[in-house]
């Protein structure tokens, strides 16, 4: 990046004393003055630019088959256009408009526009619910009681020591590039609430420090519904789960590969350790097993990076 | 309006933001709000947990975003800044677009004490008549599917 400087778009007024500076030498300089600016703000620029520029290039590079058939893996085609949505750097009429322009057939298209209807679905609630989108909607279905869950993160998890390599390298993209890839955040997100037994708020508020794209509508109402405020059912997942949509690398460097991996379990099993009975969520599970669905198929309305929503079965 | 300021804010800043479409000579200006940036608002923190401030990536994120836009940038109380960008230009109203955070409503009413506000509206994603019902997606869904490729339709 050699041409790196970085000029704000003219001003056609004068700029008043005290106001902010539109003019860097170089990416470095304005880390530098944000720091100086913001003290209090932890970390560095992510590797991930804003601006309608680098919008633009994601935009032109939407490919909504590919997306349909690829987005749950880590490594999928997903979009990458959150930050710049949730920003309105990009309205969700303009993606819309660009996946309709790239749209031959209706059906490869419809998984991605599925995924915008979920940003304006949050959105739409969120203006429903103002502030009380940090209350539980509804009572948790894990047969633990609110007061059960830590209100406060623990260390090892804020500081990406946990040492189970799949959780630690989500935090430390989470920390350094303030993106995360959908699936990975459910799986935090669950690790957390059902594993860890913490408050979803303090997940959410974890989240919304660091994200890119984060605010209160797809963030909370996402972790809600991994905890099962906003779902009929808790979401967990197995390492099977996570080691196929991860193409196994965070298990082969991991430490617990062979022993002592918390997600190394059938989801019976982990059922059993991770939830209370609570005849509820049996009768509709068993009804869901009686569909012929299962954990660990892909899942109806599976996730989409874009958009910070945890895959659903409805 | 005649004269007014524009008001940007965290979700609008693009060329779609119909304040700049509406107004583009007229100045504009963002605020980094502090008690959102330090962890005091819903829109960055639980209103029962600990205050926690907003990362550098974030704020840089913005930052980036906003170079892109003609804005003037300022930073501390939003309603306070504004207020004195309208004085600084002589304004005699704002003009902002409208969003979801209600945390930018409560600082239009603070504005209109002082200035009318005028807030101009965004091309929504679909536009649904009446309440919708949010229960549960598959039922807003069922309605807007619908409504959206609609669209598609008409231009295809």
């Known amino acids: 990046m050699a041409s790196d400087s970085l000029a704000g778009v003219p001003l056609a007024w004068p700029e008043q004393p005290g106001e902010l500076p539109r003019r860097f030498d170089s990416r470095q300089a304005l880390e530098a003055e944000l720091q100086q600016l913001f003290p209090e703000a932890p970390g560095a620029l992510s590797p991930i630019r804003g601006g309608r520029r680098q919008a633009e290039t994601l935009l032109n590079r939407l490919q909504p088959e590919r997306y349909a058939k690829g987005r749950n893996f880590l490594d999928g085609p997903v979009t990458r256009l959150s930050p710049y949505i949730r920003h309105g750097v990009l309205t969700l009429a303009e993606v819309r408009d660009a996946v309709f322009a790239r749209t031959r057939s209706r059906q490869g298209s419809e998984k991605l526009i599925n995924e915008l209807g979920w940003r304006d679905y949050w959105q739409r609630l969120w203006q429903q619910l103002g502030d009380g989108i940090w209350r539980d909607q509804e009572e948790l279905k894990t047969g633990h009681s609110a007061a059960a869950y830590a209100s406060t993160l623990p260390a090892d998890i804020d500081e990406g020591r946990t040492g189970l390599a799949c959780m630690d390298g989500f935090i430390a993209e989470l920390h350094t590039s303030g993106w995360l890839h959908n699936h990975a955040r459910m799986w935090l997100a669950a690790y957390l609430v059902h594993w860890r037994r913490i408050r979803w708020q303090a997940g959410a508020q974890w989240f919304l420090r660091h994200l890119l794209d984060g605010d209160p509508a797809s963030n909370n109402l996402s972790w809600q519904w991994v905890a099962s405020s906003f779902s009929h059912k808790p979401y967990f997942f197995n390492r099977g789960n996570l080691e196929r949509y991860s193409n196994g690398s965070f298990c082969r460097s991991c430490a617990l590969r062979e022993q002592g991996c918390p997600f190394d379990a059938s989801y019976e099993q982990l059922e059993a350790e991770l939830f209370a009975p609570l005849p509820a969520i049996r009768a509709v599970d068993q009804r869901n097993r009686e569909g012929g669905r299962d954990r660990n198929s892909t899942r109806q309305g599976a996730p989409s990076a874009a958009l910070s929503r945890p895959a659903r079965r409805r | ?156």
């Open chain 2, 1 to 156: 309006m005649q004269r007014p300021i524009l008001l940007a804010y965290g979700e609008a800043l693009g060329p779609a933001n119909p304040a700049l479409l509406a107004y583009p000579d007229r100045p504009a200006v963002f605020v980094f709000d502090s008690a959102l940036l330090a962890g005091l608002s819903p829109t960055t923190g639980d209103p029962e947990g600990p205050n926690e401030p907003v990362s550098l990536q974030r704020i840089g994120f913005l930052y980036e975003c906003l170079l892109e836009l003609p804005v003037s940038l300022r930073k501390g109380d939003v309603a306070e800044e504004v207020l004195a960008f309208a004085r600084a230009h002589g304004a005699e109203g704002i003009v902002t677009s409208a969003g979801t955070d209600p945390r930018v409503a409560a600082i239009c009413q603070t504005l209109e004490q002082q200035l009318p506000v005028e807030v101009l509206a965004v091309e929504p994603f679909v536009q649904l008549e009446g309440p919708a019902d949010l229960g549960r997606f598959s039922r807003y869904w069922r309605r807007a599917e619908r409504e959206v490729w609609a669209s598609w339709g008409q231009e295809g």
